[in-house]
């Protein structure tokens, strides 16, 4: 499973676009991205998913380089609801394959 | 997106007994769930796959026969933390795969905050 890297903590302020870089260098052919939202006392909430180029939803978009060896969510115009934890997270669609969590990045948000 | 149910969404129990954990999914069927366990300020840890219709995966350092995982029909699987101990206290979260022929994704319950007293 590819190892991601995704900095520890973000600060913003309300109104803002939030960039969250995550690096997977050792991502592999059959790999997708897939981003969590997590809060306190909840389960992860499935924000996004992407293999390749740019994928935007309701909620966010995500960039992903030609080369795949990083990806970046970009949440629009941030409020102090979007204060928690994200997850990059880089695993193969097949059957049995789980999800292995890093540290993920603790996005504060201040008015 | 799918939606799955954990059931209790927190228990307190006294130590040396058994506690069971129920994870559903809603809308969709499951053949693969997994269990995590995550403990405060800490990210989740996967403890174990769960395959309808066969035994589980355990990951290196989770006991099997203290959490024993069934995964009986194709939106039910449940987690039983058995004799259970101070130290077994968690926050325990099901994930479930939606898998079909335009979507791929894990969905995550809401949590079981476990409390052995």
């Known amino acids: 499973l590819a190892k991601t890297t995704q900095p520890i903590s973000m600060d913003s302020y309300e109104g803002q676009e939030v960039n969250i870089t995550c690096s997977h260098n050792n991502i592999a052919t059959n790999d997708y991205i897939t981003w969590y939202q997590q809060f306190p006392s909840q389960g992860p909430r499935f924000i996004i998913q992407?293999?390749?180029t740019k994928v935007t939803n309701e909620v966010a978009s995500l960039f992903i380089p030609a080369d795949r060896k990083s990806s970046t969510l970009s949440l629009p115009r941030v409020s102090l609801s979007d204060t928690a934890v994200y997850y990059c997270l880089v695993a193969a669609n097949q059957a049995g394959t789980a999800l292995i969590f890093g540290k993920g990045t603790t996005l504060s948000v201040s008015s | 997106g799918a939606v799955v149910s954990q059931h209790p969404s927190w228990v307190i129990c006294k130590s040396g007994t058994s506690v069971k954990i129920e994870c559903r999914s809603l809308d969709f069927q499951a053949t693969t769930m997994f269990w995590y366990r995550q403990f405060p300020k800490q990210s989740l840890m996967l403890m174990a796959t769960?395959?309808?219709?066969?035994?589980?995966?355990?990951e290196q350092g989770v006991e099997k026969d203290k959490f024993l995982i069934n995964h009986a029909s194709l939106t039910l699987s449940t987690l039983t933390v058995t004799s259970a101990h101070p130290e077994d206290s968690s926050f325990y979260i099901c994930?479930?795969?939606?898998?079909?022929?335009?979507?791929?994704?894990?969905?995550f319950g809401p949590g079981t905050r476990l409390t052995v007293l």
């Open positions: 994930s479930a795969r939606d898998w079909g022929l335009a979507t791929d994704t894990q969905y």
């Open positions: 769960s395959n309808e219709g066969s035994k589980a995966t355990y």
């Open positions: 992407g293999y390749k």
